[in-house]
């Protein structure tokens, strides 16, 4: 089982035929990803030929063609496609995203950094209301490991397994993803770190609370806002699987972004000391640095395998 992102899912990128758009599809199609057409009013009934990595099953060392539409609604009347994964400038990436809502995808993932927070809440909020998922912007997407991979999250780190992921981080997303590469992952989901975000932590533990197969829930904060307070008050009211967090920027100076555009601390508010403690207070054991929390993963779900012998016995 996976959240959000399957084998199924069909992939259409808008801005593929720039220059991380066609770098990334290389990566999406060597994940296994369906990646059934890119986006460019401009070069719309055009194929782009994509050399894969070597050992891709079934198809050998023979490119991926993969076709060029006008728009998203040409793309998904040609293919089905379900996901667009955005890779658009700041300034067009707006009018990106509703484009694709308009046509009806189902999940928007914005990997555009830099885009001005009101028109992320004009795209958000114009997505929502026509039923699209927005993850992003200023993210690295989201991997269900074996599957399919909607961004820029490499593929190679990790495998399929029992643990869900979701973070402000990408490089930390990585990092706890190479950490528990040896048990794996359901689904990883980076839902980026400006202040206005389409997909929360709390969207993400809904979805992995109701994962039959996600056996265990990451969390991975930084300072600013209160996303982090808000999520362990939903943990604590909704979610009985265990959870496990870490935050960062504790040593962060006040007043000064570090980071994300929505990692900022001013005065007592969204520091990493009250999202700690908060999550603390909602049973979520929080790590002091990403190769302890990846230990103190290890240790609830040894905690686990002992609990379900001695209940078998």
Excluded: W
Aim: glycine share 14%; hydrophobic share 40%; charged share 20%.
């Amino acid at each position: 089982m996976a959240i959000f992102l399957t084998k199924e899912s069909k992939v259409l990128v808008q801005g593929m035929t720039g220059g991380e758009g066609m770098k990334h599809t290389r990566r999406m199609l060597a994940a296994g990803t369906d990646v059934v057409g890119g986006v460019n009013p401009r070069k719309a009934g055009r194929t782009v030929d994509f050399d894969v990595p070597q050992g891709l099953e079934g198809l050998g060392n023979a490119p991926i063609s993969v076709p060029v539409f006008g728009s998203v609604a040409e793309g998904i009347e040609a293919t089905g496609a379900d996901v667009s994964v955005v890779f658009v400038p700041p300034a067009f990436a707006k009018a990106a995203v509703m484009e694709a809502a308009d046509a009806g995808i189902g999940l928007a993932v914005v990997i555009t950094e830099g885009i001005p927070v009101h028109d992320s809440v004009s795209f958000h909020a114009y997505a929502a209301a026509r039923g699209t998922r927005v993850v992003g912007p200023n993210c690295p997407g989201l991997i269900t490991p074996g599957q399919a991979n909607a961004g820029i999250i490499p593929s190679d780190i990790t495998k399929p397994g029992r643990i869900g992921l979701v973070s402000k981080s990408g490089t930390l997303t990585y990092q706890l993803m190479y950490e528990l590469r040896d048990i794996g992952f359901s689904t990883c989901v980076g839902i980026g770190g400006d202040p206005v975000v389409g997909t929360t932590h709390i969207d993400c533990l809904a979805a992995f609370q109701d994962d039959p197969d996600t056996e265990l829930v990451v969390l991975i904060g930084e300072i600013g806002g209160d996303a982090e307070e808000r999520a362990a008050a939903y943990i604590r009211d909704h979610v009985t699987k265990p959870v496990i967090g870490y935050i960062a920027g504790f040593t962060a100076p006040e007043g000064k972004t570090m980071g994300h555009a929505g990692a900022i601390v001013s005065g007592s508010s969204g520091t990493a000391q009250a999202k700690k403690e908060a999550l603390e207070a909602a049973g979520v054991r929080v790590g002091g640095t990403p190769t302890e929390t990846a230990r103190l993963v290890l240790a609830r779900l040894e905690e686990r395998v002992t609990s379900l012998i001695v209940d078998a016995r």
